[in-house]
């Protein structure tokens, strides 16, 4: 069994920029890009914002976001096998948040609301109403996953200084 200060350090690096950059993400849109969004009309940014939906199901996307992931996984397992060591415990909670905060939140959140807006016609009434509420409800849950992200960086980074 590997202790936590032994896990490999490129993987740590990984996880924390990873989670810095999915932060960075989700801060311009929770910061600006939502708010430019709200100032068009309903029909223009519902079109946008499908836009914008189809175009972030990319790999580089995919690998910061799932790939962060799948490190924190990693980082989560090893540290609660070696809680005693120094460093484990800002690795757990580092990388719980990140999983609970940053990914379920996206997938029970954030997915099913461009899901809605995906199939929505942008010149129906319906969409303006969908989209006033889509607009209030998926900044919030941004905000949620935008500060989860950043708090796991934060602790993943104290893990890495008391852990070296």
Same mark, same amino acid.
């Given at each position: 069994m590997t202790n936590?200060?032994?896990?490999?350090?490129?993987?740590?690096?990984f996880a924390i920029l990873g989670c810095g950059l999915v932060a960075g993400v989700f801060f311009a849109f929770s910061?600006?890009? =939502?708010? &430019? #969004?709200?100032?068009?009309?309903?029909?223009?940014?519902?079109?946008?914002m499908q836009s914008?939906?189809?175009?972030?199901?990319?790999?580089?996307? =995919?690998? &910061? #976001?799932?790939?962060t992931a799948l490190a924190c996984l990693f980082l989560a397992i090893a540290s609660l096998l070696q809680l005693h060591q120094p460093g484990a415990v800002y690795l757990l909670v580092g990388s719980s948040l990140y999983l609970v905060g940053t990914v379920l939140v996206t997938i029970a959140?954030?997915?099913?609301l461009n899901d809605a807006l995906a199939i929505a016609n942008p010149d129906s009434t319906e969409a303006a109403n969908l989209?006033?509420?889509?607009l209030t409800n998926w900044t919030l849950w941004n905000h949620v996953r935008t500060i989860a992200a950043l708090s796991a960086a934060t602790l993943l980074t104290i893990a890495l200084g008391t852990s070296n």
């Open positions: 936590v200060d032994q896990l490999p350090l490129a993987l740590k690096l910061t600006f890009v =939502m708010s &430019a #969004l709200a100032r068009l009309q309903p029909k223009e940014g519902i079109i946008a914008i939906n189809i175009t972030a199901i990319n790999p580089w996307f =995919m690998i &910061a #976001l799932f790939g959140f954030n997915v099913p989209w006033a509420r889509y």
